[in-house]
């Protein structure tokens, strides 16, 4: 079965930076959009970063431009999510998801993506 698997989570002070990784098994990541979404609490999901993995176009929100940044590395079918400068309000679970289909704008956050992964959280203090 398709399996993507988020790590990477954890707790960092304000300021601080994390990593996400999200690896995928019985999946190549060739020609995917891959998509950063997160959760808080009593909130709805909201896109974070997105990445079209033949061309490298990404988008993210306007919330975490300039401090995330979405990457890939095909020799591990890995995408990451670099997050620099955190706030407490990047405070949620993070979660991975993948569909073939191209993307690179807003409208994508509306993807029907086909697979998710079972999230990661980030906690901001």
């Known amino acids: 079965d398709v399996q993507l698997v988020e790590s990477g989570g954890g707790s960092v002070q304000a300021g601080g930076s994390l990593t996400l990784s999200c690896t995928a098994s019985g999946y190549t990541l060739s020609s995917r959009c891959m998509g950063w979404f997160r959760q808080a609490p009593g909130k709805e999901r909201e896109g974070v970063a997105l990445?079209?993995?033949?061309?490298?176009?990404?988008y993210y929100a306007d919330s975490v431009k300039g401090r995330f940044t979405i990457s890939h590395d095909f020799a591990k079918n890995t995408v990451y999510l670099q997050m620099n400068s955190l706030k407490p309000e990047d405070t949620a679970m993070y979660y991975c998801?993948?569909?073939?289909?191209?993307?690179?704008?807003?409208?994508?956050?509306?993807?029907?993506?086909?697979?998710w992964g079972q999230g990661t959280q980030v906690t901001v203090s």
């Open positions: 998801a993948a569909k073939r289909i191209r993307c690179g704008g807003p409208s994508h956050w509306r993807i029907d993506f086909g697979y």
């Open positions: 990445i079209y993995t033949a061309g490298g176009n990404t």
